[in-house]
T-cell receptor, first 117, second 112 residues
Framework: KAGVTQTPRYLIKTRGQQVTLSCSPI?????VSWYQQTPGQGLQFLFEYFSETQRNKGNFPGRFSGRQFSNSRSEMNVSTLELGDSALYLC????????????????FGAGSRLTVL | AQTVTQSQPEMSVQEAETVTLSCTYD???????LFWYKQPPSRQMILVIRQEAYKQQNATENRFSVNFQKAAKSFSLKISDSQLGDTAMYFC?????????FGTGTRLKVLA
């Protein structure tokens, strides 16, 4: 069974550019959530999608957006990149109708490491 | 708002010894789950152990066990017989309604 796949794995952008990251969940998983990981800050929740609907959003500016397609694949987009957006962006999928609430365990991808110059 | 606090940024332990990682959390919810996830160097995050808040019995998975104190909102992880492969970042996490809240992590190094 294939795991959670994130692309690209590494990318370098300059300030002001935009970036799109992709996440393919485990087959059958309908919930996809996104996290920003930086040293000292741990994992910060960005948003969660379930059956193409955003159910919750973290405290990030509107430059961060996402969407989910009918096949459960998800993308997140960051516009007008800033130096502080440099981070490892992790995607996780989970099964069950409850999405990421309750007992559902997250299965993480390897992450997309974004460097903003 | 829910918060998760890990007050130990780094820890080290000798191989075969026991180590305890601390985690406290804050929530007003009654039904929730607590987790410990492990992120080995340059590898993917994986689940270590899970605790259901309404269960008083502490969860155990082989060498890993938790001390769950619901009233104190404390959820510590004990690793017994530490192995070199336990070297990793450990994240405590709270799962409520449609979200996961993670702590800042504890970097554990197991020394040979």
């Amino acid at each position: 069974k294939a795991g959670v796949t994130q692309t690209p794995r590494y990318l370098i952008k300059t300030r002001g550019q935009q970036v799109t990251l992709s996440c393919s969940p485990i087959s059958g998983h309908r919930s996809v959530s996104w996290y920003q990981q930086t040293p000292g800050q741990g994992l910060q929740f960005l948003f969660e999608y379930f059956s193409e609907t955003q159910r919750n959003k973290g405290n990030f500016p509107g430059r961060f957006s996402g969407r989910q397609f009918s096949n459960s694949r998800s993308e997140m987009n960051v516009s007008t990149l800033e130096l502080g957006d440099s981070a490892l962006y992790l995607c996780a999928s989970s099964s069950g109708g409850g999405g990421i609430s309750g007992a559902n365990v997250l299965t993480f991808g390897a992450g997309s490491r974004l460097t903003v110059l | 708002a829910q918060t998760v606090t890990q007050s130990q940024p780094e820890m080290s332990v000798q191989e075969a010894e026991t180590v305890t990682l601390s985690c406290t959390y804050d929530t007003s919810e009654n039904n929730y789950y607590l987790f410990w996830y492990k992120q080995p160097p340059s590898r993917q995050m994986i689940l270590v152990i899970r605790q259901e808040a309404y269960k008083q019995q502490n969860a155990t998975e082989n060498r890993f066990s938790v001390n769950f104190q619901k009233a104190a909102k404390s959820f510590s992880l004990k690793i017994s017989d530490s192995q070199l492969g336990d070297t990793a970042m450990y994240f405590c996490a709270f799962s409520g309604t449609y979200k996961y809240i993670f702590g800042t992590g504890t970097r554990l190094k197991v020394l040979a």
